[in-house]
């Protein structure tokens, strides 16, 4: 061994170099690739681009799974219908101790309830119950940008799926928890008048 000649050092796998470049989808090393494709999986890079492609093969890039904050706006629209649902009780249960007697329908009619604690409830549960149509146009508009985002890159796909799949799911459950409630409680006969 000479101590100064040019001997590369072996790196070891997933440590980056200046040269290091690896598949965003298959994350197969393309430092020696003489195309811009990946001879993998096929998917194009530019060499001159870091976003195109990885500089370590592991670690966090842009994982398919994870979920975008418009993701996370989808399925939290789902949170005001659920409040809606938990405010119609509640406010029931509030008017019933402040009363000191189980309200049934239309005494009292719900509009002439004077406490100030169950004006309050009325109040939360009627914007709420306002605001529920508005909550899930927006989740349906955001899950169509979701959509054309995973038409558009492989990396979406997954999120998009996971996100679909949750918001069909909450639907269903508020969906059956309001009919639940409508045809069964009595919090639901007083206040729905």
Same mark, same amino acid.
């Given at each position: 061994?000479?101590?100064?000649?040019?001997?590369?050092?072996?790196?070891?796998?997933?440590?980056?170099?200046?040269?290091?470049?690896?598949?965003?989808? %298959?994350?197969?090393?393309?430092?020696?690739?003489?195309?811009?494709? %990946?001879?993998? %999986?096929?998917?194009?890079?530019?060499?001159?681009?870091?976003?195109?492609?990885?500089?370590?093969?592991?670690?966090?890039?842009?994982?398919?799974?994870?979920?975008?904050?418009?993701?996370?706006?989808?399925?939290?629209?789902?949170?005001?219908?659920?409040?809606?649902?938990?405010?119609?009780?509640?406010?029931?249960?509030?008017?019933?101790?402040?009363?000191?007697?189980?309200?049934?329908?239309?005494?009292?009619?719900?509009?002439?309830?004077?406490?100030?604690?169950?004006?309050?409830?009325?109040?939360?549960?009627?914007?709420?119950?306002?605001?529920?149509?508005?909550?899930?146009?927006? %989740?349906?508009?955001?899950?169509?940008?979701?959509?054309?985002?995973?038409?558009?890159?492989?990396?979406?796909?997954?999120?998009?799926?996971?996100?679909?799949?949750?918001?069909?799911?909450?639907?269903?459950?508020?969906?059956?928890?309001?009919?639940?409630?409508?045809?069964?409680?009595?919090?639901?006969?007083?206040?729905?008048?």
């Amino acid at each position: 061994m000479n101590v100064g000649s040019d001997q590369q050092t072996p790196k070891t796998h997933g440590q980056a170099s200046e040269r290091a470049r690896f598949c965003l989808k %298959c994350r197969y090393d393309l430092k020696d690739s003489t195309t811009n494709r %990946c001879v993998e %999986c096929g998917r194009t890079f530019d060499p001159g681009d870091d976003s195109t492609f990885r500089r370590k093969a592991t670690g966090p890039h842009v994982r398919p799974g994870n979920l975008s904050r418009l993701d996370w706006t989808a399925i939290s629209c789902f949170s005001i219908p659920y409040l809606m649902l938990a405010f119609m009780q509640f406010t029931w249960l509030v008017v019933w101790f402040e009363l000191g007697r189980q309200p049934i329908y239309n005494n009292p009619d719900p509009k002439q309830v004077t406490g100030v604690m169950s004006r309050a409830c009325l109040f939360a549960f009627e914007t709420l119950a306002w605001l529920t149509l508005p909550s899930l146009g927006l %989740c349906v508009v955001v899950l169509l940008v979701q959509m054309v985002r995973a038409f558009t890159r492989y990396e979406r796909v997954k999120p998009f799926v996971i996100t679909l799949f949750t918001c069909i799911m909450l639907f269903i459950g508020s969906y059956v928890l309001l009919s639940l409630s409508v045809q069964f409680t009595k919090a639901s006969e007083w206040i729905l008048d």
